[in-house]
C-alpha cells in the first residue's frame, strides 16, 4: 500500500498535464531574460559615434546652385550628421577634381585621410596630401585646410611646390582657392627648375618673400574639433 501511494504520488507529481505550464513558466523567464540583455545593449550605443551614413566605392559629383563643382572618388564615405560639429570622414583616402562653370578640370586634390566640416565648409586634408592646379603646379605636403567659405588654402607643416618655373621649400602656406596667388610663410630654397639639370637649392634669407611678394605673418588653421 506504501509502495502504490509513493507511485500514484509521484505519478501526480509528474503529470503530463502539467507539463505544458513548467514550459511556458521557462520560456517567459527565458525571454525576460534575453530582453533584458537586449535594452542593455542597446543602452550602451552612443549615436552620436555612430555614422548617420556609410557609403563604399564613391564615385558621385557634388554641384551648387545646378552647376557641378568637384567630383569626388573614395573606398569608404563615413557621414556624422549627429555629432555636435557634423563632419565626412573619407578614412581609407580621397580623390578630388575641382571644375569651372564649363566643367573644366582645373584642379585636384589627393590625401590619405580627409574630413570636411560641413558647417564650416572647411576641409581638412592629412597625409600625402597632393594638390594639383593645371597646367603643372604641384603642391606636396603632410596637412592642408581648405576653407571654402573664405576661399583660403593654407598650412602651417612643411611644403613642397614645383611649378612650371621653379621649385620652392619652407614651412607655413597661405594662398587663395585658385592658387593663383600663394607665400610660403618660412621659405628655405628657392631654384629655377629646369627638367634637364637639377641644380643646388638656393637659400632664402630669413624674412624673403618666397614668391616675390610681401612677407606674410603665419596663418593659423581655424578651430577644428
Known amino acids: 500500500m506504501v509502495f502504490r501511494a509513493a507511485y500514484k504520488s509521484a505519478c501526480l507529481a509528474f503529470s503530463p498535464a502539467r507539463l ?5 513558466l521557462a520560456v517567459i523567464a527565458l525571454a525576460s531574460c534575453h530582453q533584458g540583455k537586449k535594452v542593455d545593449v542597446a543602452a550602451s550605443i552612443n549615436p552620436k559615434k555612430m555614422p548617420t551614413m556609410t557609403t563604399k566605392n564613391v564615385v558621385t559629383f557634388i554641384s551648387d546652385s545646378g552647376i557641378i563643382q568637384y567630383k569626388i572618388v573614395s ?5 556624422y550628421n549627429e555629432r555636435d560639429t557634423p563632419y565626412w570622414s573619407f578614412p581609407k583616402g580621397l580623390y578630388l577634381q575641382k571644375f569651372d562653370r564649363n566643367y573644366k578640370k ?21 597625409g600625402n596630401v597632393e594638390l594639383e592646379r593645371l597646367p603643372g603646379d604641384l603642391f606636396l605636403t603632410q596637412q592642408l585646410f581648405w576653407n571654402e567659405r573664405e576661399h583660403k588654402i ?27 596667388d600663394y607665400r610660403i610663410i618660412r621659405p628655405s630654397g628657392m631654384f629655377p627648375f629646369n627638367k634637364d639639370a637639377q641644380p643646388a637649392a638656393t637659400p632664402v634669407p630669413p624674412g624673403a618673400a618666397a614668391a616675390g611678394g610681401p612677407t606674410i605673418a603665419p596663418v593659423p588653421p581655424s578651430a577644428t574639433p
Open 154 to 180: 593654407y598650412s602651417d607643416s612643411f611644403i613642397h611646390i614645383k611649378t612650371t618655373q621653379h621649385m620652392l621649400e619652407g614651412y607655413g602656406f597661405v594662398s587663395n582657392d585658385r592658387l593663383t
Open 75 to 79: 573606398p569608404l564615405w563615413l557621414v
Open 20 to 24: 505544458p505550464v513548467a514550459v511556458m
Open 106 to 126: 582645373i584642379a585636384s586634390v589627393a590625401a590619405d585621410s580627409p574630413k570636411f566640416y560641413s558647417d564650416q565648409k572647411l576641409w581638412q586634408l592629412d
